[in-house]
């Protein structure tokens, strides 16, 4: 057996330099959150490996939004499967609303002023009016005939009038982005009224069209990763699609604080997925058992430490 | 302030006098298994209210399928919003494949075994086999024309050759089954594959045409319930739905171990839903803090009691 | 392997049915809640096992006084270890002070008030004097020997002044109670006060002279179980005490919702023991990931239908 | 309302930067970690401010042992509370076995090769046996008279012969230590073995001597902070101890992942203390809901840039 080593600190220090001690003590939360920066620099920095980022949970409310467009333009993933309402946030921050700190929980007062809370973060109401007016001359440029929510997607994206946004960033750079859940969302809603219209607004957007693409690109590479922030369909199909190829993902490491015991996907271990064929036995995998706004930050900052030095 | 109740318990006490003596508490969870008993009896007896279920978490494979149908064949639902993989453990159930007790987390092995690990439950690969062998006739019989996603499932459940199945039962009542994100999930790639054989068997399956179903049952209705297992697609989809009217859903009651301090919907207090519309000031509503395969067994059964008096 | 029993339910079904329910469904949540009933029947019924029960958390604000007089009124407890807390919430009940169902979290406002708030439940302030003012005349009968943590413990039970008590009612049936940190606690200050005010009043209470007690009721029994609410204090406690025998304890049944990952004691699984020697490999344990205030009243409603069957 | 900042990192950045941003950001996770550091910097830098110190957990066996020890020589904490196992964990090291990385679960195997498991770290069983050589002749210089926990300790803390320990640290520079539940430990049971041995070994420790000191130390104090890891004796003490003083304590901070809803302290929020009086309306204090392992050696190593630069 290895000992545990016991973390060094110092005035000064880099994340990196944290999360390599991190990794040394080797037990715990700190040794969790050491051994992702280990298995993600890997990954990232494998040219053979395909990098799938799973992206649930409430980012961009939580302040998460610039280090999702750094990791995207650092060239750190290859391929993203979000949630409609990640997008959402996204596009809402894009066109000039801010989420904002809520300093209250008094919800029948906050609804009366027409603010939404995230628990402690908040969004005013009119930052829908704001995206409904975005929408639908976006809409209208949607191709009429049969598309994936993947291609809907890079439509929506490439029509983000600005840099502020992990989408636009995603699209530019010509990763793919799934969401096979995204029209259950506000922007799901906005879109079904709009198609509603008449013929001329109806849209042709299939359920099915894309979902075997994520597999492919597991087959198609020689390596896999998968880089998950919360649970749900994001990480469901992430994880899913390396049950086609023999030895699993390569590599994984999930952020998450939902429990294992009653049995939901979302607070499955990783180690679970190689039963099912999801990872194989030599993978390497971490859950991180942590709110990713505290962990995202941390490892990514130290990646890009690490990774840059690597260069 | 009202007293806390001390609980009082007998020998051959019924789950329904218990669930009462737990409402008498008022507090923790105690207390919230009791409110949600006593809400949940509101909203399914009260003939002006539609309640919509929220089907989330691994509950076949926790042995609650029995439970799922009883609640549908009882008549207390009225929608059901669910995941992919709720389905897939349904029909396997359907098709005479057990879940099984699992008494290993030596995953490594189990995979060498074919056998999929759901935490302590588990599940033959093979009955992934025996699913598509029943699928690929039904996919045959599926209209080529534009459908939703309720409507395929519409299709799956009238071709379940079992009673056994949550799925069937509520097709067979006409009870609308909504599924945003079905397609990530075993039976979504199944399908996929199928799809993708050729022109003969393209599905024409919209992400976008039931969306708006949901909203428009809910201003239909005088009054709406949200009862929701774990969170997830359903809980959005279905407290969304009531954001269009303007007091919300009259009654809230969802089962999760999710935190709400890291901002994501699953862990999310209803009680945040006002601030949004989805539920209002007056809505009765009530977290409870459990494990879902804990808390609906005793709820359910409470419940039964109570609204077989009642009738 | 075994298949998961589908749980079936019933209107007026006793608890203990649907806890052998819970127990055939053998996964999650439901087949751990089984399994605490079936293995404290087990541990209650047979006349050879010394029965622990550690008791921390919040029971009497939470609802669970009765349940606790009742299990010790019964005769399924033969020692109990606790915290000062739990003490101080039952003589505060026994002196006629309820606590109350709070219903606000504005702090300032409650403080004001002169109410202490415990989550959603609350106590007057006030309640501190009134026990202060029983206290005193109470130590002014402690022996001013040394004695022990356990003993000084016995005359706070002798004198409540109502059988509404689990303290009272355990002191008078004669079950030791141990609570190594006592002195952290209301109690404990009021103690040390009045300790401090001269020599008459000098306490001579031994933080060591029962450290050992429950480790020689281990020894002097042919088995015993640890039934454990919450952690803290009282779990090592108990655990600790089948250290020093070869087979440990030969049950356990633990209820807690605390985490296992960052290493601390109360939420360690019991299975964890094995290595210390405090349970053995063949001792039947089962970890309930509940809220006790749900777990507790279902498993001893259930227990005492199948206890009183089997007398 | 203020915005939400978006957090910023770059390659080579300091946990202190890093922190900074979190503390902008202002919401969920990142802004309670960002805002512990904000407010730990102004109780440690305050020259009037008794900074208390709560240290429960798994903090040695988990890597933080010299950020502990650093924490006291740089003169951050004016007084400890702690449980018996902090010590044995700690004395252990001094004495020069080192905590191990356990990569196994199987805790039959593990009891077999003497190894005693804490979640994924381990304890060979031998360091038990050095603990208790180290013990007995230390326990020959304790004093017989009435001595209380804190005096015991310093002897403790005293014979230690490594520098390698938080304890021989905070005695050497005079911080009291208090841990009214101290007996229930290894060394609890080890000193109880000693001192039943006969008159000659019997001591006189009592369990409420140094009760009261930790509110003296407030009342003598013009302002208090509680810095907490973990919840159960630690926290408790600490925070009672300002419930005697008009205001409260000034400064909160609080690492746990316990649940708030179940009631238990060890799970409770900051705020809540204010009903109690423990902390006041104005008193800024924030719960972190992290692994102590991950959240203290970012917040420490971010407070001794932060602390270092203040000079």
Known sequence: MKPVHQVKTKPGMTTDELCKELSKAGVMGA?????????????ISDKECTVFFGLAGCMVPGGMQQILIDMINDGWLD???TTGAMVVHDIVEALGTKHEICDTMNDAELHKKGVNRLFDSSLPQNAYMKLEDWLRPVLDKVPREEISIREFLEVLGKNIPSENSWLKTAVSKNIPVFSPGFFDSGLGVMTYFYHQEGPKNHLNISALKDIGEPIKLVQDSKKSAAFLI????????????AQFIDKGHTYGVQITTDRPEPGGLSGASLHEGISWGKFGEASEMVDVIADATIALPLITSALKERLSQSK
Do not use: F, S, T
Not at 230 to 241: L, T
């Open 31 to 43: 040794g969790r959150v050491g051994k992702a920066v280990d298995v993600l620099e890997k990954a």
């Open 79 to 81: 391929a993203i499967v």
């Open 230 to 241: 919360g649970g749900g369909v994001p990480k469901n199909h992430i994880i899913q699609a």
